[in-house]
Structures are given as C-alpha cells and as structure tokens.
C-alpha cells in the first residue's frame, strides 16, 4: 500500500469495484463506460487494479493486468471529479507500473479513443509514445495506442 496526503494505494476489491460503478459519473461524467468495467479485472489481476482511498471514498483508479509477453496493460484509469489536477492520475500510474514490473512486465501499453485529447495528452505527458492505429477495434474503431518501457518515472514529464 501507499500512503500519500492522506490517499492510500491499494489493491482493488469487489467491494470497491461496485463503489466505483455506483459513482460512474463521478469519474467519467457524461460518458458511459460502465461497459468496460469488468469484474473479472479485479477478481483475476487483483495486484493490478487498484485504487486511491481518502476518508471521502474512493478518488481514482486504474484496472489492468500483465500480459505473459511482459507488457502492462492499462485498461481504464480515472480520477474522480474533485481529485483532477492533483497529481493523482500519475501517481496511480506509478502505483500500477510499479505492481506491473513486480509480475515480469517490462513496458507498459494503453488504448483511448482518438476523440479522447485528455487522456492523450495524459499518456504523452507520462512519456507514452502514441500511434494512431485504424481498425484497431473493429472496422471503423480508429484508437490511439501507447506504448512505453518500464520503469516509469512520474515526477519527470
């Protein structure tokens, strides 16, 4: 676990899967990707997912997983409305590649919509090289898909 100003890092438990679900607009406003969240993260890569805790509840997350080729997968990571700004998307970042690198991984890998500028501008600020990659969801499904080596310093841009 990490502790920092009051905000703790921890594995993710169905409990907190289901938090999460209930405060969905909390975290994705208008969006809805409930769809994306799969139980199934949690309960098979519990060491990857993980969330930030404070007093108030749960102020962001990240689901993902190691491949068997070495790579951390990012696949969804958020913060909550009131805790954008402060640092604590990276910090979960670096939570995620630390437990990455833990279980083999090497690299690190995410995907996002290429209408998604945030979470772009997001993952190149991390260092994340991105490649715009057509058809990568299906026929049509255009995604930006970012890759980058371990190990991931979030205090450097």
Same mark, same amino acid.
């Given at each position: 676990?990490?502790?920092?100003?009051?905000?703790?890092?921890?594995?993710?438990?169905?409990?907190?899967?289901?938090?999460?679900?209930?405060?969905?607009?909390?975290?994705?406003?208008?969006?809805?990707?409930?769809?994306? $969240? =799969?139980? @199934?993260?949690?309960?098979?890569?519990?060491? &990857?997912? #993980?969330?930030? !805790?404070?007093?108030?509840?749960?102020?962001?997350?990240?689901?993902?997983?190691?491949?068997?080729?070495?790579?951390?997968?990012? $696949? =969804?990571? @958020?913060?909550?409305?009131?805790?954008?700004? &402060?640092? #604590?998307?990276? !910090?979960?970042?670096?939570?995620?590649?630390?437990?990455?690198?833990?279980?083999?991984?090497?690299?690190?890998?995410?995907?996002?919509?290429?209408?998604?500028?945030?979470?772009?501008?997001?993952?190149?600020? #991390?260092?994340?090289?991105?490649?715009?990659?057509?058809?990568?969801?299906?026929?049509?499904?255009?995604?930006?898909?970012?890759?980058?080596?371990?190990?991931?310093?979030?205090?450097?841009?």
């Amino acid at each position: 676990m990490i502790v920092v100003m009051g905000i703790h890092i921890a594995s993710a438990g169905v409990a907190d899967f289901h938090q999460v679900l209930a405060d969905h607009p909390r975290y994705w406003g208008e969006r809805d990707l409930r769809s994306l $969240h =799969l139980l @199934a993260l949690v309960q098979e890569f519990g060491s &990857t997912c #993980l969330v930030a !805790r404070a007093e108030d509840g749960i102020r962001g997350y990240v689901f993902g997983f190691v491949t068997p080729d070495g790579t951390g997968y990012v $696949h =969804l990571i @958020a913060t909550r409305d009131d805790a954008r700004g &402060t640092g #604590l998307g990276r !910090r979960l970042y670096a939570a995620f590649a630390e437990a990455a690198e833990r279980h083999g991984a090497r690299r690190l890998k995410a995907i996002t919509s290429i209408e998604n500028a945030g979470s772009i501008a997001f993952h190149r600020g #991390l260092g994340f090289d991105a490649e715009i990659i057509d058809d990568y969801n299906g026929p049509g499904r255009t995604m930006a898909v970012f890759h980058r080596d371990l190990p991931l310093d979030v205090s450097r841009p």
